[in-house]
């Protein structure tokens, strides 16, 4: 009985097991983050995404991300990453009063110490972040892969699912 228990916690924690339904999930996600994300000239709130690396970056824009995109890896420490997106971004956002910064570190071990440690520094200046996304996807999109990067490969079946959150991402 107590098995039983463990593998329903288990398939709870992992996320649904049917491709379909998970794609829906992530791309509600990935829905609400590029609306977000996109530019107040393209009616986003022009909320910045910080992600690790540059093929991070490059799977975000496959995803049809057009808003601004800072990334850890450019050679600085991490108190003067948090100093620089605490002066540029500010502790909300201005223009949907809503988190200032949305985390988007990989689901590795790696990401989850950079999104622990990046999170604390920011929170010591008081910016208020945006971790739920992070967490939506790495349930639904483990098998996958564990990197923003893996999202790269799937982006057509993504922004599909993303559609229905954010239809005005896909105009091209």
Known sequence: ????????????????PDREVRFQVAGRA??????????????????????????????LRRLGFTGPVERVNRGWDRERLAVHLYETYGTRNQVDNGDAIILLMDWDRTGGRLQHDIGNSLEGFDVSIDTRTRMELARATKPE????????????ALREAMREHDPEGEEE
């Open 145 to 156: 892969g564990r990197t923003v990067e893996s999202l790269g490969p799937h982006a057509p």
């Open 30 to 59: 990935l829905g609400e983050a590029r609306q977000r994300n996109r530019p107040v000239s393209e009616g986003g709130a022009a909320c910045p995404i910080l992600i690790e690396g540059k093929k991070d970056e490059a799977a």
């Open 1 to 16: 009985m107590a098995s039983d228990d463990w593998v329903r916690k288990r398939a709870k924690a992992a996320g649904p």
